[in-house]
T-cell receptor
Framework: EDQVTQSPEALRLQEGESSSLNCSYT??????LFWYRQDPGKGPEFLFT???AGEEKEKERLKATLTKKESFLHITAPKPEDSATYLC??????????????FGKGTKLSVKP | GAVVSQHPSWVICKSGTSVKIECRSL??????MFWYRQFPKQSLMLMAT?????????EQGVEKDKFLINHASLTLSTLTVTSAHPEDSSFYIC???????????FGDGTRLSIL
């Protein structure tokens, strides 16, 4: 069964303390992997798209990388405003029972000043 | 760019009434729109996929007669929760996508509370 697993479930950091979030996946036919940020009571906000192993994307303090089995979201010198739940979603090659896009359960990041 | 607007953001109504939620892509043409439901502290659960001018495809376990979806144009999809009951209370989120391999862009969700 296709799966997307994010770890850790929750992460508490001090402001300026860099870390990484993990998204591991087992899907038949990866077409792309997306990272989103979701604030409480809001819809997910698109961050990055990665299409092939070895690809990297950066935006401000965030950097996303992709291998054949997992993706990492690196957060460098985080600030309190980076606190949110980060979702990983994998676009697979066929519909299946869950549609084409499978979401992980997210990592809730809290950055303390 | 890629802005999706969803209205209303909050609805409180009595059991038995029907509620319509609108989802609009403001600055791009959405070939496909999606409707999700999200329970507290859980990830998004896909309810249905709709393509402009076609009938929606519902996920297993989603009642198509209760959750009516209309995708009449490339910028507008609506979800109507018919004869809503307290168990339908949830956070409903729509998303829109252009080409197949492009990311989905999400609205800010609708908090539905049925009394």
């Amino acid at each position: 069964e296709d799966q997307v697993t994010q770890s850790p479930e929750a992460l508490r950091l001090q402001e300026g303390e860099s870390s990484s979030l993990n998204c591991s996946y087992t899907v038949s036919g990866l077409r792309g992997l997306f990272w989103y940020r979701q604030d409480p009571g809001k819809g997910p906000e698109f961050l990055f798209t990665l299409y092939s192993a070895g690809e990297e994307k950066e935006k401000e303090r965030l950097k996303a990388t992709l291998t054949k089995k997992e993706s990492f979201l690196h957060i460098t010198a985080p600030k309190p405003e980076d606190s949110a739940t980060y979702l990983c979603a994998v676009l697979r090659n066929y519909g299946g029972s869950q549609g084409n896009l499978i979401f992980g359960k997210g990592t809730k990041l809290s950055v303390k000043p | 760019g890629a802005v999706v607007s969803q209205h209303p953001s909050w609805v409180i109504c009595k059991s038995g009434t029907s509620v319509k939620i609108e989802c609009r892509s403001l600055d791009f043409q959405a070939t496909t729109m999606f409707w999700y439901r999200q329970f507290p502290k859980q990830s998004l659960m896909l309810m249905a996929t709709s393509n402009e001018g076609s009938k929606a495809t519902y996920e297993q376990g989603v009642e198509k007669d209760k959750f009516l979806i209309n995708h009449a144009s490339l910028t507008l999809s609506t979800l109507t929760v018919t004869s809503a009951h307290p168990e339908d209370s949830s956070f409903y989120i729509c998303s829109a996508r252009g080409e197949t391999d492009q990311p989905q862009h999400f609205g800010d969700g609708t908090r539905l509370s049925i009394l």
